[in-house]
């Protein structure tokens, strides 16, 4: 049972990437997944998370409007689409997976992948 993020990257602010979340040995669809992030020195922060149901779906303020999580079952794959990026979003950023719920905090996650860093240059 294995999570891998990936996509990560040095990019400017202004510019977009796109994050992967790879599941094997378990079926994506039957958790909910959380995209979460941590810079240096800071506590790890909900950034976005994916329903099991696939119906809802959840942004952390900061970046509505800028962030896409999506999933593709074919692929057991979840995605985090980043545009406009800003340098205050770099960090390492993480997926995880919750059997029950959407979560902002990290309890409660059962599976993490291994984290992936985004550098956002001013």
């Known amino acids: 049972v294995q999570l891998q993020a990936s996509g990560g990257g040095l990019v400017q602010a202004g510019g977009s990437l796109r994050l992967s979340c790879a599941a094997s040995?378990?079926?994506?669809?039957?958790?909910?997944i959380g995209w979460f992030r941590q810079g240096s020195g800071k506590e790890r922060e909900g950034v976005s998370c994916?329903?099991?149901?696939?119906?809802?779906?959840y942004y952390q303020d900061s970046v509505k409007g800028r962030f896409t999580i999506s999933r593709d079952d074919a692929k057991n794959t979840v995605y985090l689409q980043m545009n406009d990026l800003k340098p205050e979003d770099t960090a390492v950023y993480y997926c995880?997976?919750?059997?029950?719920?959407?979560?902002?905090?990290?309890?409660?996650?059962?599976?993490w992948g291994q984290g992936t860093q985004v550098t956002v240059s001013s």
């Open positions: 994916f329903s099991s149901s696939g119906s809802r779906t």
């Open positions: 995880a997976a919750h059997r029950y719920h959407c979560s902002r905090g990290i309890e409660g996650y059962r599976y």
């Open positions: 040995g378990f079926t994506l669809a039957y958790y909910h």
